[in-house]
């Protein structure tokens, strides 16, 4: 079946300093990976995602994800974080395009400290 | 940006009560999901809805549950008689080729 491992519950940064947030996913066919971030008591809202080509995938709020089949990884990733960027991120894949039966991560709370 | 509404945002219910979730999906999407996620757990796929039917649904989703859009505009989860192991928060999701977007989700609590 298809998943995704978030290896890390907790990632504590301090602003200004690069945050990384690391996902894994299982090999079944050619995966599209997604990453969502949840602030409190909101939804889930969309920041990227890896559907083919250019392994580097940029997104919203200065995020960025690095598709690395070799290591079957895609970690989240922003040069220099910001206070705001505490939430909830999860990681998600889907092995169809366009099919939103995604299948999600654990999550991993981030806490940037000012 | 374009939003998602689900109410009640938090659900109180009896077990054995019957509950029905609310999303009000973005305007001219064709396709809508529900998910829901067990406190502590991971986010989990439910059903998704297309063309006015079930396109898809998980093993979660047994006789007990049940979707539909009867206005064009709402979609709605329903859950006939709750148990315990139904709490959770339940997310709608309004999805256009390219991306989903997710609401802010409803808390159940089963007691």
């Known amino acids: 079946a298809q998943s995704v491992a978030q290896p890390e519950d907790q990632v504590n940064v301090a602003e200004g300093n690069p945050l990384t947030v690391k996902c894994t996913y299982s090999?079944?066919?050619?995966?599209?990976l997604f990453w969502y971030v949840q602030y409190p008591n909101r939804g889930l809202q969309f920041l990227l995602k890896y559907i083919t080509g250019d392994n580097l995938v940029k997104g919203s709020y200065g995020f960025e994800a690095e598709f690395n089949k070799s290591q079957t990884s895609f970690h989240l990733k922003k040069p220099s974080a910001l206070v705001s960027d505490s939430a909830l991120y999860f990681c998600?894949?889907?092995?169809?395009?366009?099919?939103?039966?995604?299948?999600f991560g654990a999550g991993t709370t981030v806490t940037v400290r000012a | 940006e374009p939003e998602v509404t689900q109410t009640p945002s938090h659900q109180v219910t009896q077990m054995g009560q019957e509950v029905i979730l609310r999303c009000v999906p973005i305007?001219?999407?064709?396709?809508f999901y529900w998910y829901r996620q067990i406190l502590g757990q991971k986010v989990e796929f439910l059903v998704s809805?297309?063309?006015?039917?079930?396109?898809?649904k998980s093993e979660i989703f047994d006789d007990q549950f049940s979707v539909e859009r009867p206005d064009g505009s709402n979609f709605t989860l329903k859950i006939r008689s709750t148990k315990l192991e139904d709490s959770a928060m339940y997310f709608c999701a309004s999805i256009t080729a390219s991306e989903a977007f997710f609401g802010q989700g409803t808390r159940l609590t089963v007691v």
């Open positions: 090999v079944s066919g050619n995966p599209y």
């Open positions: 305007s001219n999407h064709l396709y």
């Open positions: 998600a894949v889907s092995y169809t395009l366009n099919d939103y039966k995604l299948s």
């Open positions: 809805f297309y063309n006015n039917e079930i396109s898809e």
